[in-house]
């Protein structure tokens, strides 16, 4: 073999050695995924009407659901819906009249949240809220994670009227994406609770 092509292999060789071991240490970054994103949602202004119904009780809900008597198989007298068809959202609400069973409708709105909520929650917030001169007294209860509800309330006077609602997404529950919508409907929870007055 003669030294031209001898240096040539020589060469050759030094310079694919080089080029592996140089590719072999600088593969070694740790590449970060970028967070799951998901579609950004436009919700409505905020507005909001009266309802001034069939039942003893007044209270403002938003212009942008669809107030209507829950008319399901499972229905009682007193259910009734405002859904939000555009964000797959609905607020249940169910009126009843204490008839010296206030305590079975308070334990029943904890057994609702703690004991069959509760099991996919991470954590559940309590937040009261009181009324002293219209005799309005409620809670609402901010619950965390994939649970099937983000959001339960009650209101009541504790002698004649109670009030219960629940938000619920017709979505599989996933508290990163549906985190926009559940804080936009708690504003109007919000809204329902501290608009509510009794009709005697």
């Keep these: 073999m003669n030294n031209s092509l001898r240096f040539f292999c020589v060469s050759f060789s030094k310079l694919f050695v080089f080029f592996a071991v140089t590719s072999l240490f600088s593969c070694q970054q740790n590449f970060i995924p970028k967070p799951g994103s998901y579609f950004r949602i436009d919700f409505p202004e905020k507005e909001y009407k009266l309802y001034e119904g069939d039942r003893p009780i007044i209270f403002e809900y938003p212009v942008y659901g669809v107030f209507e008597r829950d008319d399901g198989r499972l229905s009682e007298d007193g259910w ?15 009126y009843k009249t204490i008839d010296n069973n206030f305590d079975d409708f308070f334990e029943d709105q904890w057994r609702i949240v703690y004991n069959r909520i509760s099991m996919r929650a991470d954590a559940i917030f309590e937040r009261e809220y009181l ?54 409907f708690r504003e109007d929870i919000i809204r329902i609770m501290e608009s509510v007055e009794w009709k005697n």
């Design 80 to 94: 009734y819906n405002i859904r939000f068809p555009k964000y797959k959202a609905t607020i249940h609400l169910t």
């Design 131 to 184: 009324n002293e001169e219209i005799n309005v007294y409620g809670m609402m209860f901010d619950i965390h994670g994939d649970a099937a509800s983000s959001v339960q309330f009650f209101v009541t006077d504790s002698i004649r009227h109670f009030l219960r609602g629940a938000l619920y997404f017709t979505v599989s529950p996933n508290a990163d994406s549906l985190a926009p919508a559940v804080a936009f």
